[in-house]
T-cell receptor, first 110, second 117 residues
Framework: DGGITQSPKYLFRKEGQNVTLSCEQN?????MYWYRQDPGQGLRLIYY???????QKGDIAEGYSVSREKKESFPLTVTSAQKNPTAFYLC?????????FGPGTRLTVL | AQKVTQAQTEISVVEKEDVTLDCVYE???????LFWYKQPPSGELVFLIR????DEQNEISGRYSWNFQKSTSSFNFTITASQVVDSAVYFC??????????????WGAGTKLIIKP
């Protein structure tokens, strides 16, 4: 089946550690996105990539990094510089204006 | 600046009642897209509808209907004869062009809908 997978579903991290969230899609979409969602809030854009080997900062990129070495993959690293990383992270890819979402990763910093 | 406002933080109704979720947007673009997504407790976002700014026809899909009014910058969503399975958080979103062919979505804060049996 075509879709977007994110792993792991739940992730726990000690303060001061970097952690990488996986996002893979087999929809053959060029554009991919990372969003952060806090309780009771909408989604905020962290990074996006319109094509392989290219990515741009979104509204809240500080403390995060990404790579786009393959069309199918867009991993997000939450670095120790991110002051408040506990949140729900959603990855998406898009075809024209419609965005398709993965199931999300819930990150908790202990 | 682009903005989406969902003024209703939480709505609670009894099953079989009709319920309308409000969405008001602000944009400087002449061409744009509006969306509704559903987020059940599992967390995954489910696409419901996309509406082009040039198409102001209302749309109905089963128990769901959408009322797009450009004059008031609103894109409201109505569920008729609500069911417990409709309980979720519903997000309204507005497209913002990042380039000629790519967009980001500007999201409202969401409305939590609770349908009581």
């Amino acid at each position: 089946d075509g879709g977007i997978t994110q792993s792991p579903k739940y992730l726990f991290r000690k303060e001061g550690q970097n952690v990488t969230l996986s996002c893979e899609q087999n929809l053959n979409h060029d554009a991919m996105y990372w969003y952060r969602q806090d309780p009771g809030q909408g989604l905020r854009l962290i990074y996006y990539s319109q094509i392989v080997n290219d990515f741009q900062k979104g509204d809240i990129a500080e403390g995060y990094s990404v790579s786009r070495e393959k069309k199918e993959s867009f991993p997000l690293t939450v670095t120790s510089a991110q002051k408040n990383p506990t949140a729900f992270y959603l990855c998406a890819s898009s075809f024209r204006q419609e965005q398709f979402f993965g199931p999300g990763t819930r990150l908790t910093v202990l | 600046a682009q903005k989406v406002t969902q003024a209703q933080t939480e709505i609670s109704v009894v099953e079989k009642e009709d319920v309308t979720l409000d969405c008001v947007y602000e944009t400087r673009d002449t061409t744009y897209y509006l969306f509704w997504y559903k987020q059940p407790p599992s967390g995954e976002l489910v696409f419901l509808i996309r509406r082009n700014s040039f198409d102001e026809q209302n749309e109905i899909s089963g128990r769901y209907s959408w009322n797009f009014q450009k004059s008031t910058s609103s894109f409201n969503f109505t569920i008729t004869a609500s069911q417990v399975v409709d309980s979720a958080v519903y997000f309204c979103a507005l497209s913002e062009a990042l380039s000629r062919s790519n967009y980001q979505l500007i999201w409202g804060a969401g409305t939590k809908l609770i349908i009581k049996p």
